[in-house]
């Protein structure tokens, strides 16, 4: 019977199984993103969520993590939102990890009550990393000029177009530290109880589900179809919440505004395109995927 037909019956003579909404939080996690390279964001993600928590008869949202991590402000922010719905609409939140969460990725599976895994899945990497890569020669190759005119001594703080600054360094290392810090406190706070008594836990280090069940890192393993039809019944459905999408039929990762570019931003955006794709795939390619 068709879906629309199925709401107008009475729920008595509506087909049995318990409907769990899914949302599928998958790539690394940046601020901003366009339409050609989406990024998992609040901003990106928060229609989702909304949708799914907004499922009256759902006792629970399921949540699909696959992310090598990135920036710890905006997985912070996801982890947030998720906690907040999940308190506001009185849902159980469950996480279910596909190859990775990891780092960013991690802090955002904390929201879940439950994280399940499979055996072989990464999970972990509670630390934080900066990478990126330096052009102090780039412009002066491709003829370009650079000009900047600041006030402040330290407004080009780790500008990749100068030689790198120890000063710069050791400033760039108190802020890890604080994030670090951070990050410690919301896996103290939300798995306290269930963690291993394993000083390398916060080292950065990263783990199989296997192991990670073992630290305590995560509830069981198991995949998330087989997980939900012993917790909720044989006849128990998942409903994938899909984002919004543009008139081609494509997902709408947010809107940003346009500026025209000028010299140095067409020259730093052709370097800076390939060093995105390398700095993802770096990510990616640190837990061997």
Do not use: C
């Amino acid at each position: 019977m068709p879906k629309f037909l199925d709401r107008l019956l009475p729920k008595r003579f509506r087909k049995k199984g318990t409907v769990i909404p899914v949302v599928r939080l998958h790539g690394t996690i940046a601020a901003g993103g366009s339409r050609f390279k989406p990024a998992l964001n609040l901003a990106s993600v928060a229609p989702m969520l909304e949708k799914a928590f907004s499922k009256k008869d759902a006792p629970a949202v399921a949540i699909a993590v696959n992310s090598p991590g990135g920036s710890p402000v905006q997985s912070r922010m996801i982890f947030e939102r998720i906690r907040a719905l999940a308190e506001e609409k009185s849902k159980t939140v469950l996480v279910y990890v596909e190859d990775v969460a990891a780092s960013g990725g991690y802090m955002i599976a904390l929201a879940g009550d439950e994280i399940v895994a499979d055996p072989s899945s990464i999970v972990g990497s509670i630390g934080v990393v900066s990478g990126g890569f330096g052009f102090p020669e780039l412009l002066k190759k491709i003829g370009v000029e650079r000009r900047v005119y600041t006030a402040g001594e330290n407004k080009v703080i780790l500008d990749p177009f100068q030689p790198e600054k120890e000063s710069d360094i050791e400033y760039l290392k108190s802020l890890q530290v604080e994030i670090h810090t951070i990050f410690i406190e919301m896996v103290k706070a939300r798995r306290a109880s269930r963690l291993a008594d394993e000083p390398g836990i916060f080292s950065g280090l990263f783990w199989t589900g296997r192991r990670g069940l073992e630290l305590g890192l995560i509830d069981r393993l198991g995949g998330m179809r087989e997980d939900i039809k012993r917790r909720y019944g044989k006849d128990a459905k998942l409903e994938l919440i899909s984002g919004a999408k543009d008139f081609f039929g494509r997902r709408l990762p947010g809107v940003s505004a346009f500026a025209a570019p000028d010299a140095e931003q067409i020259a730093a955006a052709a370097v800076g395109g390939l060093a995105e794709v390398l700095e993802e795939k770096a990510l990616w390619g640190r837990y061997g995927l």
